[in-house]
Every structure is written in structure tokens, then in C-alpha cells.
């Protein structure tokens, strides 16, 4: 585009305008800010003003960069005062009407060259295209919340936007330190068409009362390496903003899964926003603060009063790959611990890949040599289950078959002493199949640990209809005190984490076969836009299509969900081999 870009409107200076004009002025553009009223104009120089004073805290500005970014920006009431603007971007809160509203005030006011951005979320930008008699000149430039921060940035096309205006969006985008991915005019883009989804069902697990805030967040961080928990993420969105992008998602794809769920209305109705509100999912410390302060549902520190069961000794049965990682958790915890395995080489093998996995600690300074031997010497090893009659806790960790499973605990029945606690590790198959084959049902939980063990903060302690207070709290007693994070949920398909991730890779999936943007775009909008450690294809050729296949499977088979049914692609994948990283080929090629 033969103009350059020097000065740029921006209308709403709310959470996401008032960062894009930061983000336009550091790089040395005049901006001009639209606000609705006097109010709004105040409150719009409080988010600058805070968001750079937080930058210059954190040494990313100097004083003078600060005064002059700040200089860069006047304020206004008036759209006519963006007549000589070489771009506007419009950040008004997400609806349909406002926005047309402001497109064709706007048409009438910028030079007839001007290219018009909107930085909706949900909304169809050619909807708001057909609002003006420019439409090839208007586009979605979706920034991510806090707009200085995060580097994606969506570039939507419309089946009428000049490709000239899109060089030059991408361009300016660039320019801006951000990285473009450029996008068709679909309800949430990539990012959010992924992202809330598993957002409305964080949401409906808590209003199911199937976890608590703090347990669903904590699941998400220290079970996916995520940076926040998707309740703290929808406080920071805003829970109106969320409920307006949901309401558009879904009357696009008609997915139940993302109709809002009612709890969220509630919270809107009742004022409880989020941050912006000062309450949301959490309470703040004050409006638009990121501290949060207890509040009556914030659970009381140590235990929940409930009489726990000493646990000394410990059995472990298998001696594959979580089962090692968890013999190795228990005896750094000090526990003395008996390996259960089908024949001596196999336990052999285990205590050689234990003893392997210590040097490698003693090796990087993380653990001393005598904490290590001493390790070692708390384990021993059997063949027969019968050996584990004394012990405290049994944790089983064997292939996932459930006939295999039933048969172990059917045994550890009749062997253990009363009062043993006896945790099965699945990450699939129903606790309550495990507490059924046993005559002590009230003895029996989940203990999910995640791969690997050694590393994983995580570990989910998971309830059936029939387990015992006292075994819920030790069991979560025994994870702090081995340094992990116990989150509690019920005995429900993919307990939390594979409940909320698994679906959100298959939609991932179900875009990549609608041809609606590649893997590596996909990938990057979830890494550059969400923060998540890794995109949702790398993801899956790390964890095996097969065996996310088989949990997506499950979770379809436990909730007839029509939207979590295995996406075809990921079906045939499977079905030729191509299974990630341990076949060299999955979604991408490793060679
Ligand atoms: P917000 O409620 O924080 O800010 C909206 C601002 O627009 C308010 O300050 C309001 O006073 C102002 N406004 C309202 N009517 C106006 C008018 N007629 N003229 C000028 N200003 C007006 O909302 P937000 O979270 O900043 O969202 C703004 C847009 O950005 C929405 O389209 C949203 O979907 C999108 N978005 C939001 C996020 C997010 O995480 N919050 C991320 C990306 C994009």
C-alpha cells in the first residue's frame, strides 16, 4: 500500500485498545483514542498509565521512553477527530451492532484510502465490511490479551478484502514486534475457535461442582505446563467478553460445547466480570488488579480436618514406565517401597532405570550421593503380590487393560491388611472397576501421575462414589509431601486434564481437515497467542496419536458428546501407521 502508516485511530480503550495504542505508540506512531465518554477517557489513561509504569518496574522502559510513548497518545470523544488517521482499529466491546455502528461513522470520516481494522474476537468481519463502501479495505487485526505482551497477532481476510490490504497489515504487524498468521473469516479466528471451547468446559465443571476453581487451574498448569488456569484466564478476559465470543462461536458452529454455560450469565448478571470487575472466578484485590484475595470459597490452609492414615511402607505393582517414575517419587519421599513385577528381570530392569535416573539427579548437583544410595536401599523387589501384606498404600501401575487391573485388586484384597489404601494410577479406565473388585471399595482411589513422574507436579487424587474422606486427604497429604500438586475431581472420563485437553486437540484436528489454516498455524496461534507451551500438533505426535485416539475415544464413549467423536483425521492417522514422533510421522515428519 503506497500510504504509510504514521498515525493510527483507535476506538475503545478498554482492556484491548488501550494496549494496542501502547503497543502503536512504542514503535513510534501517533495514535489517536476514541472513548465513549469523559469516563471512559480517564479510565483508558489509567490502563496506560499503569501498564507502562509496570514496564518501566520491570527496567523494559526508561523514564523518557515512557513520557514520549505517552505523548504519542491524545484522547477524544469524537470519531471526527480520527479524519486524518492512516489506519483505525476498533476495540468497542464485542457487539455486532456497536461495532456497524461505528464502521459506517467511520466511513464517513476517514480519507477513502484509510483501511478499517476491527479487533473483534468472534464477530464476522465481513459483516462489518458490508457496513461501509470501502468493504476490500477492511480487515481483523486480532491482537491477544495483554495486547503488549503477547505477539499474535490474527490477520483476517475476507472473501472481498484486498490482498494489497493484507501485505500491509502483516507488514505494519511486523513492524510492531508482533508475528501475523493470516486467517479466513471464521467465528474465533484459530486461537479463540480452539481456545473456548475448553474455556465453556473448565466453566461447566465447576458449576457441575466436578472441581473446585483452585483445582481446575492448578490441574491445567502442573498437568499441561500451561501458564494460567482456565478460570484465572477467563477473569482476565472478561467474563462478558467471553460470554459474547461463545454466543458468536456458537451461532456459527451450532457446537453445544460452546453455548455459554449458564453459570457464566449468572456471574454477568450478578457484576462478577473478572478482573475488570474486581470478582469474577476469583476475588481481586481491586478492580482491573491481578492479585487475588481469599474469599469464602478459598479452601482453609493444611488439612481438611479429616483424620489421615499413616503410610510407611508402600507396594508397587508394574514396572513400566510410570511405575518406575512413581517407585522413584515414593523412595525419594522416603518411603521403604516393594516393586510388584512379572518376572525378576523385569523388576531388575526397573531398578536399573531408577538407579539410572538418580545418577542423572547425583550428576546435575540435584541430589547428593548418599540421599541417593540411601534411595536405592529402600527398594525391594518381588514376583508375588503376597509380599505386600504389611504395607500402607499399594499403587498399582500396570498396563492399561481393565481385566488385568480388576484381577490385581481382586488379589491385593485378600493379601493386604485392613486399612491399606489401594490407588490405581489409570489414566482411563473407571476408578470405581478397580474399588468394585474388591470387598473395601471405601480403600480404593485414583492417583493420576503424569509422565514423568519424577517431573510432574501433578497428580490428580480421584473419588469414586464409594472412597472414604480419610483416604481422599492422605492420599492428597502424601502428594504435597512428596513436593507434587494433589488436585481431587471424581471418577469421570479423562478426570480433569485429558477431559479438557483431549477434546481441544481433536478440534485442532477437525480444523487442520476443514482446510481452514495449517498445522504449523495452528500451532503457532496457540504457542505466540495463548502462551501454551507447546501447539496441539506438536503435542500430539509427543504424546502418540494412538493413544490420544483411545482417550478421545473414551471420552466420547463415557459422554456421547457429538463434538468430542474422534475427528476422522486422526482416525485414519492411526489406522496407517502414523502414530507421531515414535513412528517418525504423525502430523509433521521427524527424521
Ligand atoms: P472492554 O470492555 O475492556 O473495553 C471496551 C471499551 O470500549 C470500553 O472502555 C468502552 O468504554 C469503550 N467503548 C464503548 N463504546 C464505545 C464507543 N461507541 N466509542 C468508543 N469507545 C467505546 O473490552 P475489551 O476486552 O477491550 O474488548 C474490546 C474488543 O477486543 C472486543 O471486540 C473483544 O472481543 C476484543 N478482544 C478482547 C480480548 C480480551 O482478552 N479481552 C482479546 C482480544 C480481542
Known sequence: MATQIKTVGV?????????????????????????VDAHGVTRGRGHLEHSTARALERGKLDETARRELLDRISFTTELADL????????????????????????????RSDVMLASNTSSLSITQLAVQT????????????????????VEVVRTVVTDPEVISAV?????????TPVVVGDRAGFIANGLLFGYL?????????????????????????GYPMGPLALLDLIGLDTAYEILDALYRQSRDRRHAPVPLLKQMITAGLLGRKSGRGFYTYAAQDSSTVVPDAATPSDGESGVQTRPIGTVGVVGTGTMATGIVEVLVKGGHDVIVRGRSNSRTQDAVVAITRSLDKAVNRGKLSESDRDAALGRIS?????????????????????????????????EVCKPGAILATTTSSLPVVECSAATARPGDVVGMHFFNPAPVMKLVEVVATISTTADVVATAGQLARSW?????????RAGFIVNALLFPYLNDAVRMLEAHYASAEDIDTAMEVGAALPMGPFALLDVVGLDVSLAIQRRLYQEFRE??????????HLVTAGLLGRKTRKGFRDYS
Open 381 to 413: 523387589t518381588t514376583t508375588s503380590l503376597d509380599d505386600f501384606a504389611s504395607v500402607d498404600l499399594v499403587v498399582e501401575a500396570v498396563a492399561e487393560e481393565l481385566d488385568v487391573k480388576r484381577g490385581i485388586f481382586a488379589t491385593l484384597d
Open 170 to 178: 502483516t507488514e505494519l504487524a511486523h513492524s510492531l514486534g508482533k
Open 133 to 152: 463502501k470501502r468493504p476490500d479495505k477492511v480487515v481483523g487485526m486480532h491482537f491477544f490479551n495483554p495486547a503488549p505482551v503477547l505477539k499474535l
Open 483 to 491: 513436593g507434587k500438586v494433589p488436585v481431587t475431581c471424581g471418577d
Open 562 to 571: 457429538p463434538g468430542f467423536a474422534p475427528a476422522p483425521l486422526l482416525e
Open 83 to 110: 479524519a486524518d488517521a492512516d489506519l483505525v482499529i476498533e476495540a468497542v466491546p464485542e457487539r455486532l451492532d456497536l461495532k456497524s455502528r461505528i464502521f459506517t461513522e467511520l466511513d464517513g470520516i476517514v
Open 11 to 35: 476506538v475503545g480503550m478498554g482492556t484491548m485498545g488501550a494496549g494496542i495504542a501502547e503497543v502503536l505508540a512504542r514503535t513510534g506512531h501517533d495514535v489517536v483514542a476514541v472513548e
Open 200 to 224: 465453556n468446559h473448565a466453566a461447566r465443571m465447576v458449576e457441575e461442582r466436578y472441581a473446585t476453581r483452585e483445582n481446575l487451574d492448578a490441574a491445567m498448569r502442573y498437568g499441561c
